[in-house]
């Protein structure tokens, strides 16, 4: 190639080239750390009860363990992603990977109730700095093709983490105690840290942005395409971004993201507000209702076995259709869950399972199919804002849903009115999800959110104003 410059655009090679091992590597290894989350996530509620024996405190004084967990971590998604927007995705990856690590191992070690509460919430920051970040490296190293695909893929490691996180404390507590599965849940971070030191690459798409670390650019650039190779000398480019990077969160709020950024943060509230009820509160009311220890345990792993199919079951449906396939599992979702306390309560094992699979089909369907989303409309110089801002601003429902739960089971109400409570979120984003759809309609032909490029501005449909 000599010393010819020649423009190149990034987004293009990574759409028309084939999809490459290294492409797969990154997405796999940012799914990595989504599975640690889900472990992390799962683990607490699997643990509370043999931490309160220990620390001989009743079930209900829990409830600041789990909330400042989700504080920690909402904390975390909306300080990380404008950070990352302008320093790269990689090391906060790596550095919120560690802390989660440390913290994880430290709450092993906590001698009062005091400082299970503190760790919590510091573990919680580490998961919340290395999501929105995870997020956006997949959209950015995934072609446009399969980007919905991908980015709903690299959210089925949370339910696989919690899979694993309530096999491994069915085994674990019964043989070395809670304290064990803490010290698992920082060993794995670790390792996975240090791989990721090695092997996970900065986004592509913000080191052009950056303009600079331009022999960088190349290398990877190289590795994502099998044919044309290139140097320092070539001048990159990201379509429609600009060469302009941003951190206000007033760029969420332009052009067609005005409407969708607001509605996507209802979307993401209802939903996290009811999954973290479920998550949170489930394996203590099962048990709570004379259902043993393991048929608890393997409830909640078919509920997150639901969750996978149901993210499976959405992605394809809304490459095709956008943002109707989760309005369908919202209207769906809300009777789901309402129903699990009269199932549970009716000591039918096999509805109990049928149904739980069902709300894990629904609810984790949806967070799926919203995060593919949160990713999807927002451009390259903002995309970990908005990701990182959804997931953070998503958190106030995850944080409402177990402190609302407490209260609820303070109040000794039977286990199916807890449960009809739980539904309502996921009915108030049914009505959320339908207003969203509407607005696409009249605003932006039908498009909205099937058609990222209509929101970046990239691109205008005819009947837009």
């Known amino acids: 190639m000599g010393t010819e410059t020649r423009g190149l655009t990034v987004a293009e090679i990574i759409d028309q080239q084939p999809l490459s091992r290294f492409q797969i590597t990154t997405i796999g290894l940012c799914a990595l750390v989504m599975v640690l989350d889900g472990f992390d996530t799962q683990c607490i509620g699997f643990l509370v009860p043999s931490i309160a024996e220990t620390f001989r405190l009743p079930l209900k004084a829990f409830t600041p363990v789990f909330a400042w967990g989700l504080i920690g971590f909402m904390t975390a998604s909306m300080i990380m992603g404008p950070v990352a927007d302008r320093w790269g995705r990689k090391w906060p990856v790596v550095v919120s990977t560690l802390l989660f690590a440390t913290f994880a191992t430290l709450t092993g070690r906590a001698s009062s109730f005091h400082e299970i509460v503190i760790f919590r919430a510091l573990t919680g920051l580490g998961l919340g700095g290395a999501m929105p970040n995870v997020v956006a490296l997949t959209s950015e190293y995934a072609p446009k093709r399969l980007q919905r695909v991908f980015v709903s893929t690299l959210f089925f490691g949370m339910p696989l983490g919690a899979l694993l996180g309530g096999l491994a404390s ?117 048990v709570g209702s004379n259902i043993p220890v393991a048929k608890a345990a393997i409830a909640l792993s078919v509920f997150q076995i639901g969750g996978i199919v149901g993210g499976l079951s959405i992605a394809r449906p809304m490459d095709r259709w956008g943002l109707a396939p989760v309005i369908g599992f919202f209207v769906l979702a809300a009777p789901v869950v309402g129903s699990i306390g009269v199932v549970g309560s009716s000591g039918s094992e096999l509805l109990l399972l049928i149904i739980v699979f069902l709300g894990g089909f629904f609810t984790l369907g949806i967070q799926l199919g919203l995060n593919a989303i949160s990713a999807m409309i927002y451009p390259t110089n903002v995309r970990s804002i908005g990701a990182g801002w959804a997931l953070g601003i998503g958190r106030l429902g995850s944080i409402a849903g177990p402190l609302i739960g407490g209260i609820l089971v303070s109040a000794n109400l039977p286990i199916q009115t807890l449960y009809l409570y739980g539904a309502i979120p996921f009915a108030v984003g049914a009505v959320g999800a339908i207003g969203l759809g509407f607005v696409s309609r009249r605003q932006f032909g039908g498009r909205l959110l099937a058609d990222p490029d209509i929101l970046r501005g990239e691109s205008a449909p005819a009947s837009a104003p």
């Open 170 to 286: 069915s085994v674990m507590i019964p043989a070395w105690g809670w304290r064990s599965v803490f010290y698992l849940g920082g060993i794995l971070p670790l390792v996975v840290a240090l791989i990721l030191i090695k092997a996970l690459p900065e986004s592509v798409k913000y080191l052009v942005l950056s303009g600079s670390r331009i022999q960088e650019v190349a290398r990877l650039v190289n590795m994502l395409s099998s044919h044309a190779r290139v140097s320092a000398t070539d001048t990159f480019l990201v379509r429609g971004s600009g060469q302009t990077s941003g951190t206000s969160v007033s760029l969420l709020f332009r052009g067609g993201l005005k409407v969708a950024t607001p509605l996507l943060w209802l979307l993401f509230v209802a939903n996290l507000m009811g999954y973290f009820f479920l998550l949170s509160w489930t394996p203590l009311l099962l």
